[in-house]
């Protein structure tokens, strides 16, 4: 496969990573052909892309040409069938749990066109942990985005059996998305950058489960000495509490335990973060975007 060959980039799952890897993908020049088990995910994930569309004209990245010709690219379908035999190249972004995402790669095994890349865009799951079902083995591979437009890392992290060609096609491939490829070299949980990450969020979760202080205090305490524009929590409502509540269910370290306890509540609630227009804080305009909150 040559990124010439990739005439439909396929997008399993549009939630919060699927849509933004659609998007960039269709800014990048790829047809692509989003999938979803719900229309009303789908409708929402385009209404998103357009938004954020707009969002990139205004601050000069994208002109309004490349902004419609790009908007126009994408298609949705909750046809499996219709997915598998269109797209030549697939990126999965299903809700982070190990028996889901292994039940949606088998449902799929054997339906791909011949020689499509397929790939996974999990945090901290590990792809030899899904490949047995996956079909492929050699053309199957973790590249795993951050956030797409404001964080452009991507993550290439193969099993032992991916092949060496697929790598560097990814690596490739990155670039085209306009991402900074970054090559794991051995399968590792969260690959380099979210292993920081967990190990930052989860002293922020520690220090609230405990009672040290408020959640605004702690992002507080993080901008202000950090210099950034979002602190620990801010930074789950994007990610989305309930993803966090997932990648910490199958820790059983005490820090991690304690930090769930925090989430879950939370998350029962149906209080998602960002998605949801409330988490720790309430969107569109969280506190801590306001200038006054540092003060
Ligand atoms: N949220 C982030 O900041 C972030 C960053 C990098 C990677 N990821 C990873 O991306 C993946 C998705 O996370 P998300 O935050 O986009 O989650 P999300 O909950 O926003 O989206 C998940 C999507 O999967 C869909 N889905 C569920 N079951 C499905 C099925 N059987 N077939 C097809 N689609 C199905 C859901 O309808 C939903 O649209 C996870 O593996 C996560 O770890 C997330």
Redesign the pocket.
Same mark, same amino acid.
């Given at each position: 496969m040559t990124l010439r060959e990739i005439q439909t980039f396929g997008i399993? #799952?549009?939630? $919060?990573?699927?849509w933004k890897i659609g998007l960039q993908a269709a800014i990048s020049g790829f047809e692509v052909l989003m !999938?979803?088990?719900?229309n009303e995910?789908l409708e929402r994930s385009t209404n998103f892309q357009a938004q954020l569309c707009k969002r990139l004209v205004r601050t000069g990245i994208l002109s309004e040409d490349d902004s419609a010709e790009a908007l126009e690219r994408i298609s949705i379908t909750t046809d499996q069938s219709a997915f598998a035999s269109k797209v030549d190249f697939v990126s999965e972004?299903? $809700?982070?749990e190990l028996e889901? +995402?292994r +039940?949606?790669w088998e449902s799929f095994s054997g339906k791909w066109k011949e020689h499509v890349v397929l790939t *996974?865009? *999990?945090?901290?799951?590990l792809p030899s942990q899904m490949v047995d079902v996956v079909g492929d083995p050699e053309r199957f591979c973790a590249f795993? !985005?951050?956030?797409v437009f404001d964080a452009r890392v991507v993550d290439v992290m193969g099993h032992p059996n991916t092949s060496e060609k697929v790598i560097a096609f990814l690596i490739d491939l990155g670039r085209k998305l306009n991402q900074i490829p970054v090559h794991v070299e051995h399968e590792t949980s969260g690959y380099l950058f979210n292993a920081m990450l967990m190990a930052y969020l989860g002293a922020a979760g520690n220090l609230l489960a405990r009672g040290k202080a408020t959640v605004e205090a702690i992002d507080r305490s993080w901008m202000g000495n950090m210099s950034t524009a979002i602190g620990p929590f801010g930074m789950m409502d994007?990610? #989305?509490l309930?993803?966090v509540d997932h990648?910490l269910r199958v820790r059983t370290d005490r820090q991690s335990i304690a930090f769930r306890e925090v989430i879950t509540p939370y998350v029962s609630k149906g209080k998602l973060g960002v998605?949801s227009g409330e988490g720790f804080y309430s969107y569109p305009k969280p506190s801590y975007a306001n200038p006054e909150f540092l003060l």
């Open positions: 399993l #799952g549009a939630g $919060t990573l699927g !999938f979803d088990i719900s995910q972004s299903v $809700t982070e889901l +995402k +039940k949606v *996974t865009n *999990t945090s901290y799951l795993h !985005f951050h956030d994007v990610v #989305g309930d993803t990648i998605k």
